[in-house]
């Protein structure tokens, strides 16, 4: 079945459950308790973290003070660990007789191939029998986060009496930005813009891509990362071909991938964000004429290489803590014998890590302006003297790639680590040469939006540059819409034929998911 159909079904189950749970069914004075049981996940793949979600969105989204309460999920799992055995009804009552719950909600996640089957059943504990019993299936992960979504609204909006409609991204939606081309003009008629001049898909999960020339030949090289590897591609006959494949050892965990020449010998250097356990463990590559040798290593800097206005291209470091998170302010690094050193600390706004800005004379008048991704993933804007001036309504950005954080103060005694996402990349550029530079960042949609903390699940993305107009940003040209994550993009001339283009990697197939992980490389003309 098609998406649709299991949100439809399970509107239906959801609005059973209003019925069931509604005043009219007899609400007793004080509240009823719901108990939501951990879903079985039937699957090869280990999705212990999806079971997380659905049973942290459903307790979350359906408590209603002095009507319904949901019982508190530690209290849950420990009776549930103490049944032994698959879930079934028996059991279900079981638990919520033992935990003295009037109904109980439980189900179960079977993933076999591409085919994707939810169930879930609602349990009147006193009555010992079964209210309702739902079941859809559909081709892919990509109906279940909305299904169980929808679930959650419908009964928000009915039994707490609040309005929040379920929105799905429908085929029209940006249909003004056109549907193909390199750069779509918002609001004008897109059609007749030339589609993609190359396009390549490899078996791989990328987590971001830049571009330079590493050997000084004068032409540039693609490079990209995923979680443990460097690959370095060269163009050649309107095609790239690996050059090079660098495998991590220690156990890698590339984040973040920048190029350039920082010290002027011709050949760009490869920066790379490594993660460890609990810390950083950052290095540098140059190519020597016959292979690319690490020049820096063990850095415990969390490195990015931006251009910072009047010094020009530099690299960034922020220092990570014991727990895992930033900590202390952004600095200014130079090269010092095989080491980064500080030169300075950078004065930016409260929410600025060294991921998540960039800075440039927004306005064409000569003042420089910080755009940030805050930690929700709304873009800001700040004037020089670091004061707000604009926060968008929607969330930008959208990363796969997280810093485990133990949260010293969180009231769990199991400490389960938080998942910091890394900010997609920012920056600017002057896409239409009129001296003002443009915002660009990827907004990827996710039909959950922003509810789980611990993963992300993206159906699509594009690029956006973005304009200020004095009043806020504005989207005045976007890439076309991509599937999955959109994960890096920059603008520069990768096959080395003297014009600028649009070059994009987003990831289609992640690698805790069914079957292997797949990206996506596009490239488009842009002049």
Same mark, same amino acid.
């Given at each position: 079945?098609?998406?649709?159909?299991?949100?439809?079904?399970?509107?239906?189950?959801?609005?059973?459950?209003?019925?069931?749970?509604?005043?009219?069914?007899?609400?007793?004075?004080?509240?009823?308790?719901?108990?939501?049981? %951990?879903?079985?996940?039937?699957?090869?793949?280990?999705?212990?973290?999806?079971?997380?979600?659905?049973?942290?969105?459903?307790?979350?989204?359906?408590?209603?003070?002095?009507?319904?309460?949901?019982?508190?999920?530690?209290?849950?799992?420990?009776?549930?660990?103490?049944?032994?055995?698959?879930?079934?009804?028996?059991?279900?009552?079981?638990?919520?007789?033992?935990?003295?719950?009037?109904?109980?909600?439980?189900?179960?996640?079977?993933?076999?191939?591409?085919?994707?089957?939810?169930?879930?059943?609602?349990?009147?504990?006193?009555?010992?029998?079964?209210?309702?019993?739902?079941?859809?299936?559909?081709?892919?992960?990509?109906?279940?986060?909305?299904?169980?979504?929808?679930?959650?609204?419908?009964?928000?909006?009915?039994?707490?009496?609040?309005?929040?409609?379920?929105?799905?991204?429908?085929?029209?939606?940006?249909?003004?930005?056109?549907?193909?081309?390199?750069?779509?003009?918002?609001?004008?008629?897109?059609?007749?813009?030339?589609? %993609?001049?190359?396009?390549?898909?490899?078996?791989?999960?990328?987590?971001?891509?830049?571009?330079?020339?590493?050997?000084?030949?004068?032409?540039?090289?693609? &490079?990209?990362?995923?979680?443990?590897?460097?690959?370095?591609?060269?163009?050649?006959?309107?095609? %790239?071909?690996?050059?090079?494949?660098?495998?991590?050892?220690?156990?890698?965990?590339?984040?973040?991938?920048?190029?350039?020449?920082?010290?002027?010998?011709?050949?760009?250097?490869?920066?790379?964000?490594?993660?460890?356990?609990?810390?950083?463990?950052?290095?540098?590559?140059?190519?020597?004429?016959?292979?690319?040798?690490?020049?820096?290593?063990?850095?415990?800097?969390?490195?990015?290489?931006?251009?910072?206005?009047?010094?020009?291209?530099?690299?960034?470091?922020?220092?990570?803590?014991?727990?895992?998170?930033?900590?202390?302010?952004?600095?200014?690094?130079?090269? *010092?014998?095989?080491?980064?050193?500080?030169?300075?600390?950078?004065?930016?706004?409260?929410?600025?890590?060294?991921?998540?800005?960039?800075?440039?004379?927004?306005?064409?008048?000569?003042? &420089?302006?910080?755009?940030?991704?805050?930690? +929700?993933?709304?873009?800001?804007?700040?004037? %020089?003297?670091?004061?707000?001036?604009?926060?968008?309504?929607?969330?930008?950005?959208?990363?796969?790639?997280?810093?485990?954080?133990?949260?010293?103060?969180?009231?769990?005694?199991?400490?389960?680590?938080?998942?910091?996402?890394?900010?997609?990349?920012?920056?600017?550029?002057?896409?239409?040469?009129?001296?003002?530079?443009?915002?660009?960042?990827?907004?990827?949609?996710?039909?959950?939006?922003?509810?789980?903390?611990?993963?992300? +699940?993206?159906?699509?993305?594009? &690029?956006?540059?973005?304009?200020?107009?004095?009043?806020?940003?504005?989207?005045?040209?976007?890439? *076309?819409?991509?599937?999955?994550?959109?994960?890096?993009?920059?603008?520069?001339?990768?096959?080395?034929?003297?014009?600028?283009?649009?070059?994009?990697?987003?990831?289609?197939?992640?690698?805790?998911?069914?079957?292997?992980?797949?990206?996506?490389?596009?490239?488009?003309?842009?002049?």
């Amino acid at each position: 079945m098609k998406t649709k159909t299991i949100v439809r079904n399970l509107t239906l189950f959801a609005l059973s459950v209003l019925f069931l749970l509604s005043p009219v069914s007899g609400f007793s004075e004080g509240p009823q308790k719901l108990a939501v049981l %951990p879903f079985t996940m039937n699957s090869d793949r280990d999705l212990d973290f999806l079971r997380e979600g659905i049973l942290d969105m459903l307790s979350s989204r359906l408590a209603w003070k002095d009507k319904l309460e949901i019982i508190e999920k530690g209290v849950v799992k420990k009776e549930f660990s103490a049944v032994p055995g698959p879930m079934n009804e028996a059991k279900a009552l079981i638990i919520g007789k033992a935990i003295g719950a009037d109904f109980v909600i439980f189900g179960s996640l079977t993933v076999f191939g591409e085919s994707v089957s939810l169930d879930a059943k609602i349990l009147d504990v006193k009555k010992s029998e079964v209210l309702i019993t739902a079941y859809d299936q559909s081709k892919g992960m990509d109906g279940v986060i909305p299904t169980v979504n929808q679930f959650a609204e419908n009964i928000n909006a009915k039994i707490m009496g609040k309005d929040i409609p379920y929105k799905e991204q429908q085929p029209g939606e940006f249909a003004q930005q056109g549907g193909e081309g390199a750069l779509v003009n918002v609001g004008r008629d897109a059609a007749g813009t030339q589609k %993609p001049s190359f396009v390549k898909r490899y078996k791989l999960e990328i987590r971001g891509l830049d571009v330079g020339d590493l050997d000084g030949d004068g032409k540039n090289e693609l &490079v990209f990362i995923d979680k443990t590897s460097v690959h370095i591609y060269k163009w050649e006959k309107k095609s %790239p071909y690996l050059f090079k494949n660098i495998q991590g050892s220690w156990s890698p965990n590339y984040i973040y991938v920048t190029v350039a020449d920082l010290d002027g010998n011709g050949k760009a250097e490869i920066y790379i964000c490594n993660l460890t356990a609990t810390n950083a463990g950052s290095f540098v590559l140059e190519w020597d004429g016959a292979k690319f040798k690490e020049i820096i290593h063990g850095q415990t800097w969390l490195i990015r290489v931006v251009d910072l206005p009047g010094k020009g291209k530099v690299v960034l470091g922020q220092r990570r803590n014991a727990e895992g998170n930033y900590m202390g302010g952004v600095h200014r690094l130079k090269r *010092q014998g095989n080491e980064l050193v500080s030169v300075e600390a950078l004065n930016l706004p409260r929410l600025g890590n060294v991921f998540n800005f960039a800075q440039s004379d927004l306005s064409g008048k000569g003042s &420089v302006f910080t755009t940030l991704l805050g930690p +929700w993933e709304h873009l800001q804007v700040y004037n %020089p003297t670091g004061g707000r001036l604009w926060k968008s309504d929607d969330f930008f950005g959208g990363s796969l790639c997280y810093m485990a954080w133990m949260d010293p103060d969180a009231n769990d005694e199991a400490q389960t680590a938080v998942r910091i996402f890394i900010p997609s990349p920012i920056f600017t550029y002057d896409v239409n040469k009129d001296g003002k530079k443009e915002v660009v960042i990827c907004k990827n949609h996710s039909k959950a939006g922003r509810l789980f903390t611990d993963f992300r +699940w993206f159906g699509s993305g594009r &690029v956006h540059f973005m304009e200020w107009d004095e009043a806020g940003l504005v989207s005045q040209w976007t890439s *076309q819409k991509l599937s999955g994550t959109v994960v890096g993009y920059q603008v520069v001339d990768v096959d080395n034929d003297g014009l600028k283009e649009l070059v994009v990697a987003n990831v289609t197939s992640e690698s805790y998911f069914i079957g292997l992980p797949k990206s996506q490389l596009t490239v488009y003309d842009l002049e």
